[in-house]
Nanobody, 124 residues
């Protein structure tokens, strides 16, 4: 069974940082584009960032550019999302998923093997 597992969420004050991890079970993340998505209560799931198989194509949502950084460690079969300068509007459940296609944050349907999510809450 192909699945991803997210971790690293938590409660942080505005301006703080968190690093999320996406680990894969049963397959190699380096064979797929990996995306981070988030969903806040009452809102649709939105793409946050994506990294291609070869790391040659990295995308960010406009709302997180300059604050979030996506990276991968193939030896650990893990993709990370470093989140800095967090804002209350970043509060959401964060998910990772993989796609056999090139990165396209707007094409949520391209992604599969969704994890269970990790909660990020930014509040003072």
């Amino acid at each position: 069974q192909l699945r991803t597992v997210e971790s690293g969420g938590g409660l942080v004050q505005p301006g703080g940082s968190l690093r999320l991890s996406c680990a894969a079970s049963g397959f190699s993340l380096s064979s797929y584009a990996t995306g981070w998505f988030r969903q806040a209560p009452g809102k649709e799931r939105e793409g946050v960032s994506c990294i291609s198989r070869t790391d040659s194509n990295i995308q960010y949502a406009d709302s997180v550019k300059g604050r979030f950084t996506i990276s991968r460690d193939n030896a650990k079969n893990t993709v990370y999302l470093q989140m800095n300068s967090l804002k209350p509007e970043d509060t959401a459940t964060y998910y990772c998923a993989v796609s056999p296609f090139p990165c396209a944050l707007g094409r949520v349907a391209d992604f599969g093997s969704w994890g269970q999510g990790t909660q990020v809450t930014v509040s003072s």
